[in-house]
């Protein structure tokens, strides 16, 4: 699992020691067949969740292995381990005797270089249509245009169909993607609020932040999203998600010797 382009599964030190609420495991990599089986032994191991690592900037990771941060410049790819985590957790969830899937979340940045973060939330919300079905409306409305040209419109319109009928058949027998899951909406996603260029060097930009809220409420899908960035204390996030409309707020170098940071009783 330690090889280049693998998934690595952490926090199984932690796992059910004396630790309340959800645990999630996070994971990075870009080939989606790893993803899955990761996703898989997570949810059977009997974890809460399973977060995929889309925002990580490292060299090693983004450059080298062009994972974490390195997907937002591939939204279909990440599309795809979004698909195979889901699969693999559907698989998981049930070897585990679980009713429901455990959840797939993701964690990203706003973009690489520049704030992508509109058009980057909508690949992550909604899968557009698949390639073969892309291929074959096309086809289609080819078809159209050469019927009405022909004076034997109606052979040809026909022999359109067929053709529609074809491909769509063969959309389904093409291996891009896991066929039983095509619904690409993580449960959660959330936004660290700077690109992958300004690493944690600038203050983040919550306003971006807040676009990407309004984003996912216009869309109506059930998505908790939640910011991250620069919560110095537990009021301080509590502020953040009410000024700026998120679900949520995740904290990281504020924890950095208090992890007591997360109880509402030590504000
Ligand atoms: C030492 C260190 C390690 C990190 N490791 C991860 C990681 O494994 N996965 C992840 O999603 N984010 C990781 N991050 C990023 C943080 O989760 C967070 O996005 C970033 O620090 C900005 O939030 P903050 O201002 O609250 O610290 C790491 C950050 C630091 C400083």
Not at 188 to 208: F, L, N, Y
Request: charged fraction near 15%.
């Amino acid at each position: 699992m330690a090889r280049r382009g693998c998934c690595c599964v952490g926090a199984v030190v932690l796992w059910r020691l004396h630790v309340p609420g959800p645990i999630l495991v996070q994971l990075f990599g870009r080939e989606p067949s790893h993803f899955h089986a990761a996703a898989r032994v997570v949810a059977q191991l009997g974890f809460d969740g399973v977060d995929l690592n889309f925002g990580c900037p490292d060299k090693s990771v983004s450059g080298k292995q062009g994972a974490g941060s390195a997907l937002i410049a591939e939204p279909t790819l990440a599309q795809d381990i979004v698909l195979a985590a889901k699969a693999g957790v559907a698989e998981g969830s049930k070897l585990a005797g679980l009713s429901e899937p455990i959840p797939v979340s993701v964690k990203t940045r706003i973009g690489v270089t520049s704030d992508v973060l509109d058009t980057w939330l909508q690949s992550l919300m909604v899968r557009s249509a698949r390639r073969g079905c892309a291929a074959a409306r096309g086809a289609c409305r080819q078809g159209e245009g050469v019927a009405s040209l022909c004076s034997w419109g109606g052979m040809m319109f026909l022999v359109c169909l067929v053709v529609l009928y074809l491909m769509v058949m063969m959309d389904a027998w093409l291996p891009h993607t896991p066929p039983h899951h095509q619904d690409v909406r993580p449960a959660s996603i959330t936004i660290h609020g700077r690109t992958r260029q300004e690493m944690s060097r600038v203050p983040a930009h919550w306003d971006v932040i807040a676009r990407g809220a309004a984003a996912v409420r216009a869309s109506g899908l059930p998505i908790v999203y939640m910011g991250n960035g620069d919560a110095m204390s537990y009021a301080h996030a509590l502020d953040l998600a009410a000024a700026h409309g998120v679900d949520g707020v995740m904290m990281g170098r504020a924890s950095f010797g208090t992890p007591w940071l997360f109880d509402e009783r030590c504000v």
